[in-house]
């Protein structure tokens, strides 16, 4: 542990000062951090990881093994205790269990069609993935009313054109849509795990040029949902709500489904709706960095009305009853879905 994290500041060329300002605690913490006299919190440690670039999984076993030594390495039968524990992990493994069985026979054909995905990955190429990005961009950008065609959407995005009759507002939706994807796509090369600091610049080029003032922040006002039922929590919970959002995800990112996990993370966002605008599509976004980061693929939702209507039905469905599965059901068909069509494409 401190010699990673050692090894990882200098390699970054930065001094413990720099580290410290970087992470707004006392020079004296990274010191102690780096000398074994005191362990980063959970919280420092995806800080940690994001600023010094250490793969975050490396880091928490690191972490987490110093931090038992601390415990038992006092008592006599300390291996003794650490054989026990192996021995009862064994019988512990956490498995999400659905009302709905087809949403499990759908997750194993995810999962078979994954290690297919992986034998024909020398296939891809980038024109692939940039027309199949595109798509993305307009139908995420159709889910929230823009009237860009795909053609136009890649006049805009691809060849810095303008269509004439289109607002501004729907060009910079197109262009700031497609940057979002390449920030995710880089966060997910760079293994940067998901926080606030993420969060908020997806957000802030989605909304980027358009309402300046609320890009990258979360709402200090009410707000409703058009034709849902469902109200989102006031403003001065937001905060709150989304430092829960982080812990559940640091909490499960481990153990569940990355298409369960990419679901989740997609629901929770919206119903707790922490941006003025752009929720659904910031949303999609987090779960598709999910997805890709578990080298699945993108999850293309369609932008037209019946696609629409049962992408609203399945969340509203989740905020109502509080049962999970109809989203999860939704996103796994999708994942599906969009699976066979790029399997299809490479072979
Ligand atoms: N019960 C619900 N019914 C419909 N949408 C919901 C519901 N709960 C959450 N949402 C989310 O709210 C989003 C709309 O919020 P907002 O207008 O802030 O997002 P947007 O990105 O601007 O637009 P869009 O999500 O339509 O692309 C929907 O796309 C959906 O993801």
């Known amino acids: 542990m401190k010699e990673i994290l050692q090894n990882a500041r200098k390699a970054k060329g930065l001094l413990s000062r720099e580290l410290a300002n970087l992470l707004g605690v006392d020079q004296s913490l990274i010191s ?3 000398n074994g006299k005191r362990l980063p919190s959970e919280k420092q440690l995806i800080e940690l990881s994001n600023v010094l670039s250490i793969n975050l999984d490396e880091l928490k076993k690191a972490w987490l093994t110093q931090k038992i030594l601390g415990d038992v390495k006092k008592y006599t039968f300390a291996e003794e205790v650490l054989f026990m524990v192996n021995e009862a992990l064994a019988s512990y493994a956490p498995k999400r269990e659905f ?4 949403i499990e026979k759908t997750l194993d054909e995810i999962d078979s069609m994954k290690k297919n ?7 891809e190429n980038y ?3 940039e027309a199949l990005e595109l798509e993305y961009t307009y139908e995420s950008n159709r889910i929230e009313g823009n009237t860009l065609t795909l053609r136009e959407t890649d006049m805009v995005v691809n060849k810095g054109l303008t269509v004439s009759g289109k607002s501004l507002v729907e060009h910079l939706e197109a262009i700031n849509h497609g940057d979002a994807i390449h920030y995710v796509k880089e966060l997910v090369s760079k293994n940067s ?3 606030k600091r993420e969060l908020l610049s997806i957000h802030n080029l989605i909304l980027r040029g358009i309402n300046q003032s609320e890009a990258g922040k979360f709402r200090r006002i009410q707000v409703m949902i058009q034709g849902s039922s469902h109200l989102p929590p006031p403003p001065y919970l937001v905060e709150k709500q989304m430092e829960d959002y982080f812990i559940w995800y640091e909490r499960n990112r481990g153990n569940l489904h990355p298409v369960v996990l990419a679901a989740e993370m997609h629901e929770r966002l919206v119903t707790i709706h922490p941006f003025i605008d752009g929720n ?3 949303s999609r976004l987090i779960m598709n960095m999910i997805l890709l980061q578990n080298g699945l693929v993108i999850a293309n939702m369609k932008g037209d009305n019946t696609s629409r209507y049962a992408y609203y039905e399945a969340l509203e469905s989740v905020q109502s009853s509080g049962k999970k599965d109809s989203f999860i059901r939704y996103v796994a068909e999708i994942e599906k879905q969009s699976l066979e069509r790029y399997l299809s494409i490479l072979k």
């Not at 009302?99 to 087809?102: N, P, Q, V």
């Not at 995905?117 to 296939?123: A, C, G, K, N, S």
């Open 32 to 34: 102690k951090f780096e």
């Open 99 to 102: 009302e709905d069985l087809s």
């Open 117 to 123: 995905l992986d034998q024909v990955r020398e296939f």
């Open 127 to 129: 024109r692939i993935t």
């Open 193 to 195: 795990i998901l926080t």
């Open 280 to 282: 659904g599509r910031t």
